[in-house]
Nanobody, 122 residues
Framework: QVQLVESGGGLVQPGGSLRLSCAAS????????MSWYRQAPGKERELVAA????????NYVDSVKGRFTISRDNAKNTVYLQMNSLKPEDTAVYHC???????????????WGQGTQVTVSS
């Protein structure tokens, strides 16, 4: 059974930093592209970042390029999202999931975790 458990969110001021973690189980983690999605109130869920199975290649939505860094530790079945220079528009619930390819826009698993709330506000 696939499990995805996100953590690390919180309330931060604009310009602050946060590191999110996603602990995965129930599938061959190292064989999958992993990703982070986010959904803000009243908006569609969007793909934020993705990373290949070996962690050698990444992909980001334009709005976070240069500010966010996705990484993974296959020994721990965990994917991370380092978020720097946070902006109010980054406020959202963040979820992780697998992808079929690095440039895919669609989640691989239908099962989603609870997500972790990131709020950027003064």
């Amino acid at each position: 059974q696939v499990q995805l458990v996100e953590s690390g969110g919180g309330l931060v001021q604009p310009g602050g930093s946060l590191r999110l973690s996603c602990a995965a189980s129930g599938f061959t983690f190292s064989a999958h592209v992993m990703s982070w999605y986010r959904q803000a109130p009243g908006k569609e869920r969007e793909l934020v970042a993705a990373i290949t199975g070996a962690g050698t290649d990444t992909n980001y939505v334009d709005s976070v390029k240069g500010r966010f860094t996705i990484s993974r530790d296959n020994a721990k079945n965990t994917v991370y999202l380092q978020m720097n220079s946070l902006k109010p528009e980054d406020t959202a619930v963040y979820h992780c999931n697998a992808l079929r390819t690095l440039t895919s826009s669609y989640p691989y698993f239908s099962s989603w975790g609870q997500g972790t709330q990131v709020t950027v506000s003064s």
